[in-house]
């Protein structure tokens, strides 16, 4: 695990294994996008979990993602799958989601959308260069008080460079040197 702080927030990073297990999904949000490729060959997948809290006021806005990317090499695409349950019921019992007041593994709709959307938007506007093959997000905790679309795009960001980053054996960006 590694951390990454900045004043009152908080990027917490898992690879290869993840603090939390799957939740047990309904359906998933998918998107493709057609990419060039960046000349990186490996058939390694890569598993990551990425957590973020930031402390504004007496409240905590939290979201954690995680998921495997599974590389092919053939195809010239990067198929997105994120995974979303109908109701969020099954309570989170992880250390920092607790602080943010009620939270519930998985995603809804929407915030699954948004994460899907942000993904294949940061492959097509980085020259759709990347490695084709399969980014399933299937670990999530939605927080009552502090999730929002807002924080699970910015974590989705962060996300697309840790899963790329790991790929290329290239060391974890900072989330906070990030443009």
């Known amino acids: 695990m590694r951390e990454f702080t900045n004043n009152n927030a908080l990027y917490q990073v898992w690879y290869?294994?993840?603090?939390?297990?799957?939740?047990?999904?309904?359906k998933a949000v998918e998107r493709k996008v057609e990419i060039r490729g960046c000349g990186i060959e490996t058939t390694r997948s890569v598993k990551a979990c990425v957590e973020n809290s930031v402390n504004v006021g007496t409240r905590l806005l939290y979201s954690f993602i995680g998921g495997e990317f599974e590389p092919t090499i053939e195809g010239?695409?990067?198929?997105?799958?994120?995974?979303?349950?109908?109701?969020?019921v099954e309570v989170a019992d992880h250390t920092l989601a607790k602080r943010a007041g009620m939270s519930y593994l998985g995603l809804?709709?929407?915030?699954?959308?948004?994460i899907a959307?942000?993904?294949?938007?940061?492959?097509?506007k980085n020259g759709m260069q990347s490695i084709p093959?399969?980014?399933i997000?299937?670990?999530?905790?939605?927080?009552?008080?502090?999730?929002?679309?807002y924080e699970f795009s910015k974590l989705a960001r962060y996300f697309?460079?840790?899963?790329?980053?790991l790929v290329a054996r290239r060391e974890l960006p900072n989330p906070f040197s990030e443009s």
Request: with cysteine; proline share 2%; glycine share 4%.
């Open 16 to 26: 290869d294994d993840c603090p939390i297990g799957r939740f047990s999904y309904t």
């Open 160 to 165: 697309y460079s840790v899963i790329f980053s």
């Open 117 to 124: 959307d942000c993904i294949a938007e940061l492959l097509l």
């Open 108 to 114: 809804t709709e929407s915030d699954a959308s948004v």
């Open 137 to 149: 997000i299937d670990t999530a905790i939605t927080s009552e008080v502090g999730s929002s679309s």
């Open 133 to 135: 093959g399969k980014l």
């Open 76 to 88: 010239n695409q990067v198929e997105i799958s994120v995974n979303y349950v109908d109701e969020l």
